[in-house]
């Protein structure tokens, strides 16, 4: 009788939280993070390497420019993503991250759309 009794916590969700801890992701997690990653890192780099050779060798000023902006933007999400990976962050920012990798993608298809004079 002088044990206390150890209820389960609740934190005020109404129900059991099973939420994962800052660090602990699940596989689903994981794929989708290695997918919108991979995807990302493979478009900017394919725009890099696109504003420098295309439409010849010697670059266009604004295709090296709007190149610059993209590896800006590409800076900001990175270091999201490691202060994410740091604990840092909360879960929640998780979201934006993959907010900022979707406008990232989109930058790098109209940029590539752009330097391969599609539509003209």
Same mark, same amino acid.
């Given at each position: 009788d002088a044990l206390p009794i150890y209820t389960t916590r609740t934190y005020g969700t109404g *129900?059991?939280?099973n939420r994962p801890?800052? *660090?602990e992701t699940s596989a689903r997690d994981r794929i989708i993070n290695l997918v919108v990653g991979g995807l990302t890192s493979l478009l900017v780099v394919v725009t890099l390497i696109s +504003?420098?050779?295309f439409p010849h060798l010697s670059p266009k000023?604004? =295709?090296v420019f709007f190149a610059v902006c993209i590896l800006l933007s590409s800076l900001c999400a990175l270091i999201l993503i490691f202060w994410y990976r740091q604990g840092d962050l909360e879960p929640k920012f998780r979201n934006l991250i993959y907010y900022i990798s979707f406008c990232i993608i989109l930058l790098c298809i109209? +940029? =590539?759309l752009y330097f391969h004079d599609v539509g003209k």
């Open positions: *129900g059991l939280d801890l800052f *660090g +504003a420098f050779i000023p604004v =295709n109209c +940029a =590539n």
